[in-house]
């Protein structure tokens, strides 16, 4: 069984960082493909970022190419995203994905929420 659990989130001021990080508990997470997915109110969760099992591969959605970095420390079982240059419409709660890279077998964390405001 795999838990994921966010941390991080909070209150930042435009123009702002913050880094979230999420902490896979469970055996292999080597073996997993990592995700940072975001869900606004009214709307769909969205994925913003991704990242191959040794890290070696990312991709990241339009809206927050060349503010957010996915990254992993897989001797820390964690993934983490450094978040740059937040705007209001950055508001969200944050959501880490894992899945197997041959099972497809996936989990969600909790969410953690991020407000961007003055």
């Known amino acids: 069984q795999v838990q994921l659990v966010e941390f991080g989130g909070g209150l930042v001021q435009p123009g702002g960082s913050l880094r979230l990080s999420c902490v896979f508990y469970?055996?292999?997470?080597?073996?997993?493909?990592m995700g940072w997915y975001r869900q606004a109110p009214g709307k769909q969760r969205e994925l913003l970022a991704r990242?191959?099992?040794?890290?070696?591969?990312?991709i990241y959605v339009d809206s927050v190419k060349g503010r957010f970095t996915i990254s992993r420390d897989n001797l820390k079982n964690t993934v983490y995203l450094q978040m740059n240059s937040l705007q209001s419409e950055d508001t969200a709660v944050y959501y880490c994905?894992?899945?197997?890279?041959?099972?497809?077998?996936?989990?969600w964390g909790q969410g953690t929420q991020v407000t961007v405001s003055s």
């Open positions: 994905h894992a899945d197997h890279m041959q099972t497809r077998q996936a989990y």
């Open positions: 469970g055996s292999s997470f080597s073996f997993y493909y």
């Open positions: 990242i191959t099992d040794g890290g070696g591969s990312t």
